[in-house]
């Protein structure tokens, strides 16, 4: 919520997968579900321009995790975004109980009042044999 308004990530088109391991291992992935198909055969064939565009409808980091308190903090060792690898990603945690009895996992960004305007907040539901 930015300014009291919901941004929901590429315009609310998005799909994704978040893992975690009983190892201590994760990865995300989010991406915008309409990009557009750039037409080659490998992302290295594509125009600079056509690169630029698909990344830019797609996030993706994965490292190691340790959960603290209500807290997870993501070590980031690869990721698409540069800037992010060698830090951490500190999400809040946040459970909700659907109607169907399922329970869906709230990651929300922490928030600093100095720090941001804005809480990202993505909620992930757990796939099933009957919700796959």
Do not use: C
């Not at 830090?87 to 009042?113: C, K, M, Y």
């Amino acid at each position: 919520m930015e300014g009291g308004r919901v941004i929901r990530p590429f315009r609310g088109r998005a799909t994704g997968l978040l893992t975690y391991t009983d190892e201590g291992r994760m990865i995300a992935s989010l991406m915008k579900t309409d990009r557009d198909a750039i037409g080659t055969r490998s992302f290295a064939e594509a125009k600079a321009l056509e690169r630029a565009s698909a990344a830019a409808g797609y996030l993706s980091y994965a490292g190691s995790f340790e959960v603290i308190g209500s807290q997870v903090h993501h070590h980031v060792e690869l990721s698409l975004f540069p800037d992010w690898v060698g830090g951490t990603q500190i999400r809040n945690i946040e459970w909700f109980t659907n109607e169907d009895g399922t329970v869906d996992l709230e990651l929300s960004t922490a928030h600093e009042p100095d720090e941001r305007s804005a809480v990202n907040r993505l909620r992930w539901h757990r796939i099933t044999e009957e919700r796959s």
